[in-house]
């Protein structure tokens, strides 16, 4: 890919949108479709970008780590917000992780900080992390098959955004209760849909 930061250095702004919560579960069914939208280029804390300058590999691998993580779902889950504003969040908000819990026979799960867990990882750390067994919903039997290339790409991409949120709350064994909101994936016949009405 030949594109410069600077020519894709656009502000997007979130649509408005108070229909946040309604919508999660269409954020879950969408999970791995594609997201559209400009990102922002955050250049404040970008140690690993500063560094590529010199590196037209390294730069065109963060380009690419950025075209991953929007075609492959990351931001559906990981990013508050995201699926609502149809892919029009700025960079600066991407992947800070979900403090709404996932509910189902695994317990409360929350889509981590990606953000934050990068930064405690070195490449190769990260590379054997992000294959192994999680819990559900994350699609993690994705992560698995990804080459290593694409890994770094990612790695490399998600660094470059630098810092940003909080910790998510830590997931939550079966039969013990969240703190949070939770979305709850239980299979619903139509007969007890009409129950519950
Ligand atoms: C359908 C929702 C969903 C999607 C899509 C998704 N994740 Fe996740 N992810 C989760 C949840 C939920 C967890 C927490 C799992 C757990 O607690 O074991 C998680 C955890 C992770 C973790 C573990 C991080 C940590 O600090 O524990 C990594 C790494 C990760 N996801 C990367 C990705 C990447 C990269 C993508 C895009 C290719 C992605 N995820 C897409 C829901 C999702």
């Known amino acids: 890919m030949n594109m410069r930061v600077t020519d894709m250095n656009t502000v997007c702004r979130p649509a408005g949108s108070d229909w946040r919560d309604t919508t999660l579960l269409a954020v879950i069914a969408a999970a791995t479709a594609l997201a559209f939208g400009s990102p922002t280029v955050t250049r404040a804390d970008a140690p690993v970008e500063s560094k590529a300058t010199g590196s037209a590999q390294q730069f065109a691998s963060i380009e690419r780590g950025r075209y991953l993580v929007r075609t492959s779902g990351c931001n559906d889950c990981h990013t508050p917000g995201y699926a609502e504003a149809a892919g029009n969040l700025p960079e600066s908000q991407w992947l800070t992780g979900l403090r709404v819990g996932f509910q189902g026979p695994w317990g409360v799960s929350y889509p981590a900080n990606l953000r934050l867990t990068m930064r405690q ?30 890994l770094r790409a990612m790695y490399r991409f ?11 709350p830590a997931a ?18 139509p007969e007890s849909v009409h129950a519950n009405r």
Do not use: H, Y
């Not at 190769?124 to 067994?133: E, G, K, N």
């Not at 470059?160 to 998510?168: D, I, K, N, R, Y």
């Open 121 to 150: 990882l070195s490449e190769d750390q990260w590379l054997a992390s992000a294959r192994a067994p999680r819990l559900p919903p994350m699609p993690w039997f994705s992560l698995r098959v990804m080459s290593d290339d694409d």
């Open 158 to 168: 998600v660094r470059s955004l630098g810092e940003a949120g909080q910790p998510v």
């Open 172 to 189: 939550v064994p079966p039969g013990s209760k969240a703190t949070t909101p939770v979305i709850v994936f239980v299979p619903q016949t």
